[in-house]
């Protein structure tokens, strides 16, 4: 039964149109910082070549099907048709035709959506000149919009000369036709946006108010009690972890496990099969099902896309697209040794983005997801990959890398939000504040600084001041859009309330001997490794959780919440759980709302939302503990407790850090400063808390926030 929404009002039009690392990333504790006076300056338009002259993928008219695939390096290429998903054997078989250096296409009359379909390649096998070609492998079309799901853990698939067909999915040709009912994009400005990072499965599988049938799924997301939950939270914007179709590493496979996170791309342009109620189509027209509910309710849609690697691996994987089709196309090969692949992903390849194939494949993907799924934006994963130049100059990277510049000036790109993570594992990989303005970047010195001060550590005053203010060293500040991603904790690493509870990884069910993952987290376990029934390490756990979200709500910044860190999700320690498909990933939903954490996230989003344009343009001072209201422009080395003044017209914004192991006290600026926040005192006491006046007392290892009365 078709669902019926009523009719948007208010908004402009949509756009119309046609494994992972083992470990914790590249950060700003392992590398230098980086500067650039091109991180500032405008970069110039440079196009990326277009050599085709035919939409790639399967497109339906209405009569028959074009199918179009990009190879230079092969002999042929064939189209196989297939009746059923389990068939083995095509039944039928049609040849490519040659259409310039690049694409190979045919037309067949008759076929439309719904049928099932892929490639054979046929050319030269030489490692050592970079081709791989082998066409005992049935291929998965780079540019399907749909797929069957998953290949099977088989050894047809890496093993030369053994044909894969049973092993393989099969792409799927869909149609564009789909009822919108005047869907329109939210439109959230970026110092509006607070962002909440979540997974598609996760998020609904526990929950006892979703439909059984839509838990995990796509439906599952945008179902009410989700939507309520979001917007309770203060949250704008969602940001899925990677909802295209993905493979899992054949390793996890033989370990019993799956790749549950998606950081393993097999169809970029493919939402996720695992997801929807079906395989043939169905998870398109439920992914923008979801879409289109998320925006009723006011909600805008980013998509995390990772174009640094693909699920393919190193050379012992898996042939199941880009390596069949041409390898020395697609990939980042050895210049010294060309059956080798450069990896700055840690995942075994990296697609080469300095070639004008990968970064068409980049664009038309990215224009897909929001013209055609109607998404809002875009996290891209380790970013700094897409602006490296070509492998036998070194790959370096540059801001003005053709493909960084062509996204930032794409007119069908031109509303939609662009987050990067900005570095990646090769040389100089740590690029943070490098990326063209357009873009925002996720600001790791933020989360690292958070977490060092507010577990204690002496001396990380100053550089959280910085952080609050934006990091405007590193990413500039022209005073009216926030260009930092700020958040504590997120999918890589310990959850939040990981943070509180552990200092070492646990991470022995992922099959690694406790070998993956970060084993510096800069958590605090506050007197206990894991759980607790003490009183006093429950309460130091409750305010250093507090502490966290207050500093990332009240940052000069976007705002990132990690799912169900407002609802005290547990890992269990394990600080690295991409492989872990079940319950220690999914949110553990409460039976009822009404929990204190919750109802102090839901807090912190409002004051933002009132307090937002201040918190973005008001001028900063700095306060020093003591008996006179002495400020300057930055925090001095070494201390441990600071005030932020927030100062605009006759508006005023004081925030009170205090990271030390004594109380602080602190004289303040004249006027009569109102209560707003305490990570010391509940709400209901600070609502009775007098006015402050002359001066303002906070305890140990606490945030608080004042306003100016008028």
Known sequence: MADRLPPAAGRRPHPAGGGRLHGQRLGAAQAPRLRSAARHARPRRRDVESPRAVRLGAVWDGEGTRFAVRSRHAAAVELCLFDRPGDAAASRSLPLARSGDEQWQVYVPGVGPGQLYGFRASGPWRPADGHRFDCAKLLVDPYARAITGEPAADRSLAERGRDSAAAMPRSVVVGDAFDWQGDAPPGVPWRETVIYECHV????????????????????????????????????????????????????????????????????????????????????????????????????????????????????GPTLCWRGLDNALYYRLDPADRSRY?????????????????????????????????????????????????????????????????????????????????????????????????????????????????????GVGAELASCLAGSPEILGCDGREPRGVCYAACHDGF???????????????????????????????????????????????????????????????????????????????????????????????PAAPGDDLTAFVARLGELRRRRRDLLV??????????????????????????????????????????????????????????????????????????????????????????????
């Open 617 to 710: 343009e008001g001028e900063l001072r700095y306060l020093a503990p003591g008996a006179a209201p002495v400020t300057g422009a930055a925090v001095p080395a070494g201390q441990d407790a600071f005030g932020v003044l927030v100062a605009r017209g006759d508006e005023g914004l004081l925030l009170l850090l205090n990271g030390g192991a004594e109380p602080a006290r602190f004289a303040l600026p004249a006027g009569s400063w109102r209560w707003l926040l305490d990570t010391a005192a509940d709400a209901a006491a600070l609502t009775r808390r007098p006015p402050a006046i002359r001066t303002a007392g906070i305890a140990s290892r606490c945030l608080a926030c004042l306003a100016l009365d008028p």
């Open 201 to 316: 499965r996760g998020m609904s599988m526990r929950h006892p108010q979703v439909p059984p049938a839509d838990r995990g799924r796509f439906l599952g997301l945008a179902s009410p009690p989700i939507v309520a939950h979001l917007k309770r939270l203060g949250v704008t914007t969602v940001e899925l972890l990677p909802p295209c179709q993905i493979a899992s590493e054949p390793a996890l496979l033989r370990r019993g496990l799956r790749n549950y996170w998606g950081y393993n791309t097999l169809g970029y342009f493919a939402p996720h099969a695992g997801y929807a109620s079906a395989a043939a189509g169905e998870q398109v027209v439920e992914f923008k099902r979801m879409v289109r509910a998320l925006h009723r309710a006011g909600l805008e849609v980013l998509v995390d896309l990772v174009f640094n690697h693909t699920a393919e691996g190193g050379a012992d």
């Open 342 to 458: 450069v990896d700055v992903s840690g995942c075994g390849n990296t697609l080469d983005a300095s070639r004008p194939a990968v970064a068409e494949l980049v664009l038309d993907c990215l224009r897909h997801w929001h013209r055609t799924m109607h998404v809002d934006g875009f996290r891209l994963d380790l970013a700094t990959a897409l602006g490296r130049g070509s492998t036998a100059a070194g790959a370096p990277f540059s801001p003005d890398a053709p493909l960084l510049v062509a996204i930032a000036e794409d007119p069908h790109l031109a509303q939609a939000k662009i987050v990067v993570e900005p570095w990646d594992l090769g040389p100089e990989g740590y690029q943070l504040g490098r990326f063209p303005r357009r873009f925002r970047e996720w600001n790791d010195r933020f989360r690292i600084a958070a977490r060092r001060y507010w577990r204690g550590d002496p």
């Open 495 to 589: 959850t939040l309330a990981d943070l509180t509870a552990y200092e070492r990884k646990h991470n022995r069910a992922n099959g690694e001997d406790n070998r993956d993952g970060s084993d510096d987290e800069q958590s605090s376990n506050w007197g206990h490794e894991g759980p607790s029934d003490d009183p006093a390490i429950g309460a130091a756990r409750r305010r250093a959780r507090r502490n966290l979200l207050a500093t990332v709500f009240l940052a000069r910044g976007v705002p990132m919440l990690g799912h169900g860190d407002e609802l005290g999700r547990s890992q269990g320690g394990n600080n690295n759980a991409y492989c872990q498909d079940n319950e220690l990933s999914w949110i553990a939903w």
